[in-house]
């Protein structure tokens, strides 16, 4: 497919069809933020409202207002879902709860730091938006909170007897790539060059093992493998979505290097983790081949294909690679012609090993207004700014 053609495919999947269903079904009027748990159609089946991905579509609809069209009713969303956060998502110090009632009390504790994360990213997108100084001191001190936290990101919630099994995650100095250019406009510049010199230090050297080519979820703290469940887990969707964090950051650092390491971390996962089979990518991997122990592993999830796509056609844009380019109609076919929703508009988000509906869900606990919109809206701009 003709690029330019290509491109006006993605936007017009955000702008017609994806955006709209939230703007039609998600805004919860009566209390304010805004629901996740909606059927194929649209209609509410859960009230609870979980905080990070409260902050993911308050940030989804100030990144469209900062960076599509300046819509007042995109910012009217993003800050009424900011309001209902600020006044009900935190407690006394400011550490960002997982879930609260439709009307806003607490159900389950700050033990998530991707709530501070998310919250962290939202209010920094929106003080772009208003210049509202509440919003960006909101952001820089969850930002604070965050690096304090992030040696025990659980902190008083860790349910894991200390000492034993000392590993670390992936997940957080992950998301701090990105977070770290997020608000990149709001913090110091020694806190930011730090913050994303330890991140791409800990992705690409200490959870990247060279030998397998391959990034693993857990690691102990000198990077090496520790043999059981955990520190055998791979998660391909992970690793891949880092990757375009990790080449946002060398762009930004000019290091063409770390550009060419990252498409080959990107083109490596996918021909690991591709079901030779049925197509598409598997949710979680045994480095050894063992069974994993989630139950769900050969599923295949909507945000795993969507940030590959992104990885992708960054990578091609960045290198001119015909592996990527090769990979990115692959996945780009098998995304679309199973994601989608012929008949109604946002995507499915779980997909059985064989590529069926699993769930015929559009939003719940864990899928909101963010990984599709934000896809869409990366590929659209990658091959607009590839054309030109």
């Not at 693993?216 to 964090?245: C, K, T, Y």
């Not at 008949?343 to 606990?365: H, T």
Request: proline residues 4%.
């Amino acid at each position: 497919m003709e690029r330019t053609i290509l491109s006006e495919k993605y936007k017009n999947e955000l702008l017609q069809r994806v955006i709209p269903f939230w703007e039609n079904y998600s805004i919860d009027k009566k209390y304010g933020g805004y629901f996740t748990c909606l059927d194929r159609e649209g209609k509410v089946f859960d009230t609870d409202k979980f905080v990070w991905l409260q902050a993911r579509q308050v940030w989804m609809f100030s990144k469209l207002y900062n960076e599509v069209e300046q819509k007042e009713s995109w910012l009217k969303i993003a800050t009424d879902g900011a309001d209902f956060l600020d006044k009900f998502g935190h407690d006394e110090h400011l550490n960002w709860y997982f879930s609260l009632t439709r009307e806003g009390k607490p159900l389950v504790q700050p033990y998530n730091i991707f709530s501070d994360c998310f919250a962290a990213m939202a209010f920094g997108q929106l003080y772009k938006a208003t210049g509202n100084q509440e919003y960006a001191n909101k952001a820089t001190s969850t930002f604070e909170n965050i690096i304090a936290r992030s040696e025990n990101p659980k902190g008083q919630y860790n349910k894991l007897y200390p000492g034993t099994r000392p590993l670390k995650g992936f997940s957080l100095p992950m998301i701090l790539c990105n977070l770290s250019l997020e608000l990149e406009h709001l913090l110091e510049p020694d806190l930011v060059e730090n913050t994303i010199n330890s991140c791409i230090h800990e992705v690409m050297e200490v959870f990247y093992q060279a030998d397998s080519g391959l990034i693993f979820e857990n690691v102990q703290p000198d990077g090496s493998i520790q043999d059981s469940f955990e520190g055998r887990l791979l998660n391909p969707g992970h690793a891949i979505e880092a990757m375009w964090f990790i080449m946002d950051l060398a762009v930004r650092k000019n290091d063409r290097e770390m550009i060419d390491k990252a498409v080959g971390i990107v083109l490596r996962t996918l021909e690991y983790g591709w079901d030779t089979k049925y197509g598409g990518i598997f949710y979680f991997l045994d480095s050894k081949g063992f069974p994993p122990q989630q139950l769900e592993w050969d599923q295949k999830l909507w945000w795993v294909h969507i940030e590959t796509l992104i990885s992708l056609i960054k990578g091609y844009s960045l290198t001119g690679s015909q592996q990527c380019l090769h990979w990115f109609e692959k996945v780009h076919d098998y995304t679309w012609s199973h994601f989608t929703d012929p008949s109604y508009s946002e995507w499915f988000g779980y997909l059985n090993r064989q590529g069926e509906v699993l769930l015929p869900l559009k939003g719940g606990k864990w899928k909101g207004c963010f990984h599709v919109p934000r896809g869409l809206f990366q590929v659209w701009k990658t091959l607009e700014e590839t054309n030109g």
